[in-house]
């Protein structure tokens, strides 16, 4: 999905009839729309077509989620537990290790990733979670809290995205600050005593090692009302921070409804 917003101009013009480039992009991923669609979509390849691209990258997705899973599997799980936060199970002779992301719950097998009991067949939800495993980030968290563009070599689509999720939230939430503190709750925030002076500074789990904290202001007499998203410097130790990206992406769309 990333890639594909890299195609796009950025400039939110609306003439492809979708309000914002990152919702263009993720309906091209999804197949419900065409990266043609867009009047300004860049190729990669002279003369190749835009639906071609489109597909070749959906086509690599797969591959690489396919590739990273046949990785992760490979390891010795006892010690992937340990290292990313989730639980070791050892049933009639079988491995697992289960682990959060977002709001769901997830199974790593030995013959692959599964979910309710079902293999999971999401190529981004496998890339994320198999590249996390894969690493198994051993570096405990800084408490340092930055933007998502302060991590180095952040590209400037990456930047983007967490302008448009900072606004998403104030603008769906500007004038229901309670819905906001409930709405967290219900995705399993936690409310904590933040760095910054905040209304509601919330922290959640992205996953196991890879917090999020929202803080959130209400207007006043001088102030509009505004949003802040941060993260632990040390995740890019666990997490690639376009994978990053895309789970900002994701949970914005959760917690304002959208998903």
Not at 98 to 118: A, C, I, S, V, W
Not at 204 to 225: C, G, R, S
Not at 228 to 254: M, R
Request: net charge negative; aromatic share 10%.
């Amino acid at each position: 999905m990333i890639d594909i917003y890299k195609k796009l101009p950025g400039t939110n013009c609306g003439k492809c009839g979708v309000s914002t480039c990152m919702a263009f992009a993720v309906k091209v991923k999804k197949a419900q729309a065409r990266l043609e669609d867009c009047p300004f979509a860049k190729g990669e390849t002279p003369g190749e077509p835009v639906s071609q691209q489109a597909a070749t990258a959906f086509s690599n997705y797969e591959q690489v989620s396919d590739n990273l899973e046949k990785e992760a599997v490979k390891a010795e799980f006892r010690d992937i537990a340990e290292a990313v936060g989730g639980e070791y199970i050892l049933h009639d002779g079988s491995e697992s290790v289960k682990l959060r992301m977002l709001t769901r719950h997830y199974e790593l097998r030995k013959d692959g990733l599964f979910m309710d009991g079902q293999y999971c067949s999401h190529a981004w939800t496998k890339i994320i979670i198999c590249d996390y495993v894969r690493r198994q980030g051993r570096k405990p968290l800084t408490g340092e809290w930055i933007a998502l563009g302060n991590f180095p070599h952040t590209a400037s689509h990456v930047k983007a995205f967490q302008s448009n999720a900072e606004k998403k939230i104030t603008g769906t939430f500007k004038k229901d600050f309670e819905g906001l503190k409930r709405r967290c709750a219900n995705m399993g925030g936690i409310e904590i005593e933040g760095k910054i002076k905040a209304d509601y500074t919330g922290r959640f789990d992205l996953l196991p090692n890879v917090p999020l904290y929202l803080l959130f202001w209400k207007a006043d007499e001088e102030f509009d009302p505004d949003c802040k998203i941060l993260f632990d410097s040390g995740a890019e130790d666990h997490i690639d921070i376009e994978y990053l990206a895309y789970l900002l992406e994701i949970f914005v769309k959760e917690l304002t409804g959208e998903a």
